[in-house]
């Protein structure tokens, strides 16, 4: 019975893994071409998650991820045409359903 409670008691206190869509608007004024998220300051990056499909200014395009449910505060980095990067560092993805990335290295949520 001890041995039971304790595979139960690991097996919740294990972060529950989930699917989360949110919409990307892109306003930068440039071609989005890659863009990837990591947990806020871990520098561990996702595979690209818009792929082949790049996001011209002034389009939007959905981007699914996995995260854990204790896991909200984000970094998301874009790779634009021109070769240049821009980073937005601890987003709150918990609270977005869609993220507006400026020119200006600015986001609204």
């Not at 987003?91 to 507006?100: F, K, N, R, S």
């Amino acid at each position: 019975m001890i041995r039971l409670a304790a595979i139960l008691l690991v097996l919740t206190a294990a972060p529950c893994w989930a699917a989360q869509t949110i919409t990307l608007v892109n306003k930068t004024g440039a071609r989005i071409d890659s863009v990837y998220l990591s947990i806020a300051g871990a520098h561990r990056w996702t595979p690209d998650l818009i792929e082949d499909a790049p996001v011209e200014d002034g389009e939007s395009t959905p981007i699914t991820f996995e995260r854990a449910d204790s896991v909200c505060r984000w970094d998301l980095l874009a790779k634009f045409k021109d070769r240049s990067e821009g980073q937005w560092r601890d987003i709150d993805l918990c609270a977005a359903g869609q993220l507006t990335l400026l020119r200006d290295r600015a986001l609204t949520e």
